[in-house]
C-alpha cells in the first residue's frame, strides 16, 4: 500500500475523510510531525463570486480551521486564475485590458470572502507568475513521450497512462466513448488536452520553446501545488465539478512527471439551483454581493455548516431566513453570557459548583468525533443548537454555573467553525446606519432632543439602540 510510510494519528481521533480517488471514507495519512498541505482549485478572477463560489470556500476554511483546532499545521494554498478564456473573453467584449478585469475581479473576490469571514490562504498564487516553472513542466512531459505538438498547441497524451479516470472512476475507453467528439481530429483521443494554447490574436502570450502562447488551465494546479507544497502533500480539494476533467487531468501530469502529488481527493458537492449546477453560463445564478443585501454572510456560513459538505445543496430565501433565526439564537445566547460575565457576582460564579450534572468534555468529545468523521458539520452543529437550548434552559432554572460553561462551550465552537465576531453579524438595513450616522453627529454636538428622536426612528426600523463610547449599537430586535 502506497502509505506505508505514514504513521495514522491517534491524537484527539483519527480523522477520517471521503477520497474521491478510493470512494470510500478513509483515515487521512500524515505523519505525526508532518504540516499538513491542503490544496484548492481557487478563483478564476472574471467577475463577481457567486453562492457557489462562496460554497466551495466556507467548505475548505471550515475544514482548515478545524484541522487546526485539532491541533494539527496546515499549509494551504488555493490558486487565483488570473489568465483564462473567460477572462480574456469578457475583456476583449468590454474592450478593456485583461489585467485590470483580473485585478479588479480578484480584490472583488478578497473583498467578499471578507464578508464570509474565510481567512486567505498562506499561499494564493497567481497564474501568471508560474508561466516559465509551466513550461519547464510541458518541456519535462515533452522529454518524456508525453506530450505532442499540434498546429494550436502542446497536448498531452492521456492514453499512455494506465491510471488515468481514477477519479472518475471510469476507464480510458469507457471515457473515450463518451467524450465529445473533438473539433479538433488532428487530436490522438478527444481525451487529451491542451498544456499549451498556441498564440492567437486579440490574446496575450508568452514566448515558449513551443512558440508563443499560454499555459493550458489544467497546468497551472499541478506546477503551483507542487512548487508550494511539494511532490508530495496531503490534501486535495476543489468542486464536485472540477472532479474530471481538471483534476484527472492534474493528476496525469503529476504522474506522468513521477510526482507522488495529493494523497487525497476532496470533493464538496455545488449548489444547485431547481436540480442544476448554479453557474455563470447557465445565467441561474446570485452573486454574493446580491445575497448580501438581503441576508447575513454568517447566516450562509452557518447554512453550509449546516449541511453535509458533500451533498448539494439549494439556497433559497426560506433556508437563509432559517439561517438567520438560528444565528441570532446563539447571538442571544453569546450576549447573555457577556451579561453573565460582566455582572458583579461572576468571580463568585467561578468557585461555585454546577448543579446540572451536564458532562461538557463528554458533548466536546461527541462534538469531535462527529466532526472527525468525514467533518459531519451537519451533526456537528445540531449537536451544538441542542446543547444551547440545554444551556438556556439551565439559564432560566438559575443554574448559572452549568449554563454558562455549556453555553461557553457552543459559543466557542461556533467561533472556531467562523461564525465570530458573534454580536456585531446582524446584517443591518442601511435605512438605519444612515440614521446611526446623523444620530452620533447630533450627539457630538449635543443635541440630545434630535438624537433622542432619531433614536425612535431606529426603533421603528426594528433596533434596540445602545449608546457606548464608539457611538451608537445596534441590536436586532425579534
Ligand atoms: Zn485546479
Not at 493550458?216 to 511539494?230: D, F, I, K, P, R
Request: hydrophobic share 40%; proline share 3%; charged share 25%.
Amino acid at each position: 500500500m502506497l502509505f506505508c510510510d505514514y504513521v495514522w494519528i491517534y491524537g484527539v481521533g483519527v480523522i477520517k475523510l471521503f477520497d474521491t480517488a478510493i470512494s470510500d471514507t478513509v483515515p487521512m495519512v500524515f505523519s505525526p510531525d508532518e504540516t499538513i498541505g491542503m490544496y484548492v482549485c481557487g478563483a478564476t478572477v472574471y467577475g463577481p463570486p457567486h453562492v457557489g463560489h462562496g460554497r466551495f470556500a466556507l467548505v475548505y476554511d471550515i475544514l482548515w480551521r478545524y484541522l487546526e483546532y485539532s491541533g494539527y499545521k496546515v499549509i494551504f494554498a488555493s490558486n487565483v486564475t488570473d489568465i483564462d478564456d473567460k477572462i480574456i473573453d469578457r475583456a476583449n467584449r468590454e474592450g478593456r485590458s485583461w489585467r485590470s478585469l483580473a485585478a479588479e475581479s480578484e480584490e472583488q473576490w478578497w473583498r467578499n470572502m471578507e464578508l464570509l469571514n474565510v481567512r486567505k490562504p498562506h499561499h494564493t498564487p497567481h497564474a501568471t507568475d508560474y508561466i516559465d516553472q509551466m513550461i519547464e513542466s510541458i518541456v519535462k512531459l515533452e522529454e518524456k513521450g508525453y506530450a505532442y505538438r499540434l498546429d494550436d498547441g502542446v497536448y498531452m497524451e492521456v492514453g499512455r497512462l494506465s491510471s488515468y479516470g481514477l477519479l472518475a472512476h471510469q476507464n480510458l475507453d469507457t471515457l473515450r466513448s463518451g467524450a465529445r467528439v473533438s473539433v479538433d481530429q488532428s487530436k490522438h483521443s478527444p481525451l487529451d488536452f491542451a498544456l499549451w494554447k498556441a498564440a492567437k490574436p486579440g490574446e496575450p502570450t508568452w514566448g515558449s520553446p513551443f512558440g508563443a502562447g499560454r499555459p493550458g488551465w489544467h497546468t497551472e494546479c499541478v506546477v503551483m501545488a507542487s512548487s508550494l507544497l511539494g511532490d508530495d502533500f496531503v490534501l486535495h480539494g476543489g468542486g464536485l465539478d472540477l472532479c474530471f476533467p481538471h483534476h484527472e487531468n492534474e493528476r496525469a501530469q503529476a504522474q506522468a512527471l513521477s510526482i507522488n502529488f495529493a494523497r487525497h481527493w476532496i470533493h464538496n458537492g455545488l449548489v444547485e439551483v431547481g436540480g442544476q449546477k448554479m453557474s455563470k453560463s447557465l445565467g441561474n445564478y446570485i452573486t454574493l454581493e446580491e445575497m448580501f443585501h438581503e441576508h447575513n454572510p454568517s447566516a450562509y456560513r452557518l447554512l453550509v455548516l449546516q449541511s453535509s459538505y458533500r451533498s448539494p445543496i439549494e439556497v433559497t430565501a426560506d433556508l437563509m431566513n432559517d439561517a438567520e433565526k438560528a444565528l441570532e439564537r446563539i447571538n442571544a445566547l453569546s450576549r447573555r453570557l457577556d451579561d453573565i460575565q460582566n455582572s458583579t457576582s461572576y468571580d463568585d460564579l467561578q468557585l461555585s459548583e454546577a448543579m446540572s450534572g451536564i458532562d461538557i468534555d463528554e458533548k466536546r468529545h461527541n462534538f469531535v468525533n462527529m466532526m472527525d468523521d468525514d467533518f459531519n458539520t451537519s451533526s456537528a452543529t445540531a449537536l451544538l443548537f441542542t446543547s444551547l437550548r440545554q444551556a438556556n434552559t439551565l439559564l432560566d432554572h438559575h443554574d448559572v454555573v452549568s449554563g454558562y460553561r455549556l453555553g461557553k462551550f457552543v459559543v466557542e465552537a461556533f467561533i472556531m467553525l467562523g461564525i465570530g465576531n458573534l454580536a456585531s453579524t446582524e446584517a443591518i438595513d442601511p435605512k438605519a446606519l444612515a440614521i446611526v450616522e446623523a444620530r452620533d453627529a447630533a450627539r457630538l454636538s449635543r443635541d440630545f432632543a434630535k438624537a433622542d428622536e432619531l433614536k425612535s426612528q431606529i426603533e421603528l426600523l426594528g433596533y434596540r439602540v445602545e449608546d457606548s463610547t464608539d457611538g451608537t449599537k445596534l441590536r436586532k430586535i425579534n
